[in-house]
């Protein structure tokens, strides 16, 4: 079952804003990882965080996790038409990924 | 590093037949590998844990005389979808579990299956 709840289901935004995505989750984690899926394709792994760790970054990508409210979020700044996708946050217990609904960012040009 | 392949990337088959989809890394060994449905705009679905040598581990809901998982060797596991039909139309994603020590999955490029 899928214990991942993302908002907004989607995300429409000019090229140049920032993308704020949001992951709530349910149950303890040994860490939490974004990935972005264009339509039809395979997953990027585009950052991974670790439960005692609060922000990441890497490139334009900045991750926070708040393990006291089950929650993490992901923002790309300065977005690019090329950021289109599907985001998906998926948390990790042992060896197990659990995967969030998604978000579909659109990046109009 | 890290890559995972698999075959094929797409396949159209009749209701009734059977199907083999293959996941392999190619430059590391993986003791476990998954298996994940995605239906359209939705997420993915857990559907089997995959252990080189041993049996595979099924989802609750997920029928596994029909989803039929073998992970023979440390690089390579199958699922063949058996007496596929509609509703089995999905896109089938495959990881293999890095020996790292960091839980890291590394994920196939997936394979589109539709039944007709």
């Known amino acids: 079952s899928q214990q991942g709840e993302e908002d907004p289901q989607a995300l429409s935004i000019q090229e140049g804003e920032n993308a704020t995505m949001n992951c709530s989750y349910k149950t303890s984690i040994n860490n939490l990882q974004w990935y972005r899926q264009n339509s039809g394709r395979g997953l990027v792994h585009l950052i991974l965080?670790?439960?005692?760790?609060r922000e990441k970054h890497s490139g334009r990508l900045r991750v926070t996790l708040d393990t006291s409210k089950k929650s993490s979020s992901l923002l790309i700044t300065a977005s690019r038409a090329a950021d289109t996708a599907s985001y998906f946050c998926a948390t990790v217990l042992g060896s197990r990924l659990t995967f969030g609904e998604g978000t579909q960012l659109t990046v109009n040009p | 590093g890290a890559v995972v392949s698999q075959h094929p990337s797409w396949v159209i088959c009749k209701s009734g037949t059977s199907v083999k989809i293959e996941c392999r890394s190619l430059?590391?060994?993986?003791?476990?590998m998954f298996w994940y449905r995605q239906f359209p705009k939705q997420s993915l679905m857990l559907m089997a844990t995959s252990n080189e040598g041993s049996k595979a581990t099924y989802e609750q809901g997920v029928e596994k005389d029909k989803f039929l998982i073998n992970h023979a060797s440390l690089t390579l596991s199958t699922l063949t979808v058996t007496s596929a039909h509609p509703e089995d139309s999905s896109f089938y994603i495959c990881?293999?579990?890095?020996?790292?020590?960091?839980?890291?999955?590394?994920f196939g490029p997936g394979t589109r299956l539709t039944v007709t």
């Open positions: 430059d590391f060994q993986a003791t476990t």
């Open positions: 990881s293999a579990l890095g020996l790292a020590g960091n839980y890291e999955q590394y």
């Open positions: 965080i670790r439960s005692n760790e």
